[in-house]
C-alpha cells in the first residue's frame, strides 16, 4: 500500500486561505488517481476533490468549486489542495487517499493519510 502524509492545516479565520499537501512514498505514485476527503465528529467522510493521474483533469464536490483547487506534482510525489475563502462550515480533518478510479466515493479509495486537522473560525 501506498504510505501518504498529509501536513498543512491549522487554524485560520474565516476569509482565509491553507494549502494542504500529501507525501506518498512510493516511486509509482503518478500511476494513482489521489483524492481529497474530509469528516467531522458524527458524520461520514465526505468527499472533496480528485485528481487524474497526470493531472489534466480534476473534479470537485459542490461545496468547494471555485474556492479549492486540488493539483499533484508527480516528480515530487505530492499532491495539493489549495484552500481559498475558507468558511466555518469547512472545519474537518482533512484526508488524501490514493486509488485506481477517478471517483467521488470514498471506497474507490484504497490507501489514506492519516489526516490532518483544519479549524475555521468566524
Known amino acids: 500500500q501506498v504510505q501518504l502524509v498529509e501536513s498543512g492545516g491549522g487554524l485560520v479565520q474565516a476569509g482565509g486561505s491553507l494549502r494542504l499537501s500529501c507525501a506518498a512514498s512510493?516511486?509509482?505514485?503518478?500511476?494513482?488517481?489521489m483524492g481529497w476527503f474530509r469528516q467531522t465528529p458524527g458524520k461520514e467522510r465526505e468527499f472533496v476533490a480528485v485528481?487524474?493521474?497526470?493531472?489534466?483533469?480534476?473534479y470537485y464536490a459542490d461545496s468547494v468549486k471555485g474556492r479549492f483547487t486540488i493539483s499533484r506534482d508527480n516528480a515530487k510525489n505530492t499532491v495539493y489542495l489549495q484552500m481559498n475563502s475558507l468558511k466555518p462550515e469547512d472545519t474537518a480533518v482533512y484526508y488524501c487517499?490514493?486509488?485506481?478510479?477517478?471517483?467521488?466515493?470514498?471506497?474507490?479509495?484504497?490507501?489514506w493519510g492519516q489526516g490532518t486537522q483544519v479549524t475555521v473560525s468566524s
Open positions: 487517499a490514493s486509488g485506481v478510479s477517478f471517483s467521488p466515493l470514498p471506497s474507490d479509495f484504497g490507501s
Open positions: 512510493e516511486r509509482s505514485f503518478s500511476t494513482y488517481v
Open positions: 485528481i487524474r493521474r497526470s493531472g489534466g483533469s480534476t
